[in-house]
T-cell receptor, first 116, second 113 residues
Framework: NAGVTQTPKFQVLKTGQSMTLQCAQD?????MYWYRQDPGMGLRLIYY???????DKGEVPNGYNVSRLNKREFSLRLESAAPSQTSVYFC???????????????FGSGTRLTVV | DAKTTQPTSMDCAEGRAANLPCNHS???????VYWYRQIHSQGPQYIIH???NNETNEMASLIITEDRKSSTLILPHATLRDTAVYYC??????????????FGQGTTLQVKP
């Protein structure tokens, strides 16, 4: 099924450990985004990639790095995890999407990360 | 992108229409109104969007006031599965921009039997 795939779905890290969250889309979309959502809050933009080869900071980039590996894949890396990074992470892509009009957004199902 | 204001929560009886308001008094002429919803920590789901005219699709209707300073999302026959957080977002459309979606707190809609 066309869409945005995130891996892993769940992860528990110890403080100071590193990990990479993976995101891939198969809709040939140009733009990709990483958001985090804390309990009871709206989504906040961490980083985005308007097109292949470019990345830019969003609202809350500190503690994260990203890589736009190719048009399909956009990864988010936590170099030294902290308890404050416990959150649900959503990846999204934007482009021509059937049923959404000219430029639609599609979100993945999320990665639930706990840092202890 | 213009800021939006939504009520924190609303209730609706199952089978009745749910009308979710959104104020965006600082919206500019080239900004679209988008609605997304998030069901129980799933990824946000697109519902509908519009610029000036009212819009309708299989999920909902979007009514935008003539001055564009507010809008209403209408779910015509709400079901229990429509219980979710609904986000109203305004932003500039177009392939040349960065396409960032900025989420507010949204409205928690509780559909009751």
């Amino acid at each position: 099924n066309a869409g945005v795939t995130q891996t892993p779905k769940f992860q528990v890290l110890k403080t100071g450990q590193s990990m990479t969250l993976q995101c891939a889309q198969d809709m040939n979309h140009n733009s990709m985004y990483w958001y985090r959502q804390d309990p009871g809050m709206g989504l906040r933009l961490i980083y985005y990639s308007a097109s292949e080869g470019t990345t830019d900071k969003g609202e809350v980039p500190n503690g994260y790095n990203v890589s736009r590996l190719n048009k399909r894949e956009f990864s988010l890396r936590l170099e030294s995890a902290a308890p404050s990074q416990t959150s649900v992470y959503f990846c999204a892509s934007r482009g021509l999407t059937p049923g959404q009009g000219y430029y639609g957004y599609t979100f993945g199902s999320g990665t639930r990360l706990t840092v202890v | 992108d213009a800021k939006t204001t939504q009520p924190t929560s609303m209730d609706c009886a199952e089978g009745r229409a749910a009308n979710l308001p959104c104020n965006h008094s600082t919206i500019s002429g080239n900004e679209y109104v988008y609605w997304y919803r998030q069901i129980h920590s799933q990824g946000p789901q697109y519902i509908i969007h519009g610029l000036k005219n009212n819009e309708t699709n299989e999920m909902a209707s979007l009514i935008i006031t003539e001055d564009r300073k507010s809008s209403t999302l209408i779910l015509p026959h709400a079901t229990l599965r429509d219980t979710a957080v609904y986000y109203c977002i305004v932003r500039v459309e177009g392939s040349g921009n960065t396409g960032k979606l900025i989420f507010g707190q949204g409205t928690t809609l509780q559909v009751k039997p």
